[in-house]
């Protein structure tokens, strides 16, 4: 191998494969002729090692615990900044001045209402129905009352598209939160910012007054910036790979929002804190999890520690311990569940299993304590999290397009029955 270039030796000759540079991190072997030249392909399951895609949105660097929104670091983002704005710097690549903000919002408000009979489909889900499953379809559904088309070359219409699916899907997690709790809807308010106004959406009784408690809605807001993106992770290539195929934006994401809902990937959050009582209802015994965690023979895992990248620590994971501790401090919450996170957490990071295996806390591991403070059913949480990864997922989806990116077509390596005949039923 040279500075700009694979050899490979195979069969007899020797081919060359182009490394294509980043501005940091994995540089790529780019191989597209490789099937061609060679008759090979390459087999990488679970894509641990493959480039999907070229992409200037997020970068993250698993080895030193490093995540950028296009280029600025996490830390700096989750304290200074605010989920609309991180929608705007995701969507648009840079931080918006004061009049691109104010067009950005107000794009936002111009469709900040629902056609009133995507109520009709939200009534007939039984209220059993877990949330993610009644979003994807909800923004499935989107689509037939908002049929036009977009034309991925203006800009204008891209915007408004994105606008427009941003206030929509809010009100549609909002609605699957009412729905859970038995609760009769409500509707978008201007007068408030993004978040304020899906926390409003969702937590105003229908017989009370209704105030923004500022400790709430910080805790939110942080926490929906912490999962704006995360570029190609299961679904975001999801959503890449959907629209691909020239599918819409919102049938895209609709996709997207089945992909999360896994119990490996956003689903996590959910299962933590399920785990989290379960180890509190069988008497509080941490060391007894870990031990079924390592059992080979178990199917246990220790759910909210590993991840596909990060093999150091999740840096969202730091910030978001800090903010759990903080919030149940502002509201003078005491949860067991904490405390068994915490001693999860001790005694795992201690263990040579877990050491060896470069297996942390990841995003999800905390976050769940926090929705469950807020008083968020444990059902909800990846919707939460669906609702902080939009912007990510229509940046990715816009990205895709704008790249023209070929249909994503992957190869396999067939290992079934060679050719034979069809044996006629009476014969077999
Ligand atoms: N508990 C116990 N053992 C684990 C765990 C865990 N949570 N995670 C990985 N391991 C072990 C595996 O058994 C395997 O052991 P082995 O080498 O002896 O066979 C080794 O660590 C590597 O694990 P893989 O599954 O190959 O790692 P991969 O990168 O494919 O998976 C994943 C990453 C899916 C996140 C995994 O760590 C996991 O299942 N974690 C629990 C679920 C979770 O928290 N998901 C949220 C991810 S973050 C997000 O999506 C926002």
Redesign the pocket.
Same mark, same amino acid.
């Given at each position: 191998m040279s500075d700009n270039k694979v050899v490979l030796n195979y069969d007899g000759n020797s081919f060359e494969y182009p490394i294509v540079d980043s501005t940091i991190g994995d540089r790529g072997i780019d191989i597209s002729k490789l099937r061609d030249q060679t008759g090979l392909i390459t087999l990488d399951l679970?894509y /641990?090692n493959t480039g999907a895609t070229l992409s200037d949105i997020t970068y993250l660097d698993g080895d030193n615990g490093e995540l950028y929104y296009r280029g600025y670091p996490i830390e700096q983002i989750a304290e200074k900044s605010n989920f609309s704005e991180v929608m705007y710097l995701l969507l648009h690549g840079e931080l918006p001045t004061q009049d691109q903000f104010l067009k950005f919002e107000g794009g936002i408000k111009k469709y900040n209402y629902v056609a009133d009979e995507m109520k009709k489909i939200l009534d007939v889900f039984p209220r059993s129905a877990h949330p993610m499953g009644v979003l994807s379809s909800l923004t499935s559904a989107l689509t037939a009352f908002n049929p036009k088309a977009v034309n991925v070359n203006s800009k204008e219409e891209m915007d408004e598209a994105a606008e427009m699916l941003l206030a929509k899907f809010s009100h549609l997690c909002a609605w699957t939160y009412r729905k859970k709790l038995g609760l009769s809807i409500n509707h978008g308010d201007n007068n408030l910012n993004y978040v304020e106004n899906f926390y409003k959406m969702c937590f105003r009784r229908p017989n009370m007054d209704f105030e923004l408690d500022p400790v709430v809605v910080g805790a939110l807001d942080k926490l929906l910036i912490l999962?704006a993106d995360?570029e190609q992770?299961?679904s975001t290539s999801t959503v890449r790979m959907v629209g691909s195929a020239h599918t819409g934006l919102f049938a895209s994401v609709s996709a997207g929002i089945s992909a999360?809902w896994g119990?490996?990937?956003? @689903? #996590?959050?959910q #299962?933590?804190i399920e785990m989290l009582e379960m180890i509190e209802q069988d008497g509080g015994d941490v060391a007894k999890y870990v031990e079924k #965690? /390592?059992n /080979?023979d178990d199917n246990?895992?220790?759910? @909210? %520690?590993?991840?596909?990248?990060y093999k150091n620590f999740?840096p969202r994971a730091t910030i978001i311990k800090k903010a759990a501790d903080d919030i149940l401090t502002a509201l003078g919450i005491e949860d067991k569940a904490l405390d068994i996170a915490m001693q999860l957490e001790r005694v795992a990071l201690e263990d040579e299993?877990?050491v060896s295996?470069k297996?942390y806390p990841?995003?999800? %591991?905390y976050s769940g304590i926090i929705y469950r403070a807020l008083g968020i059913p444990t059902e909800m949480f990846t919707v939460m999290?669906a609702l902080g990864r939009l912007p990510g997922w229509i940046s990715q989806w816009k990205e895709m397009r704008l790249h023209n990116d070929p249909i994503g077509r992957p190869r396999q390596v067939y290992q079934g029955a060679q050719k034979r005949d069809y044996v006629d039923l009476s014969a077999r």
């Open positions: 679970g /641990k999962h995360h992770n299961c999360l119990p490996l990937h956003g @689903g #996590a959050n #299962a933590v #965690a /390592k /080979k246990f895992r220790l759910m @909210g %520690f590993g991840h596909r990248v999740d299993y877990f295996r297996l990841n995003v999800d %591991f999290f």
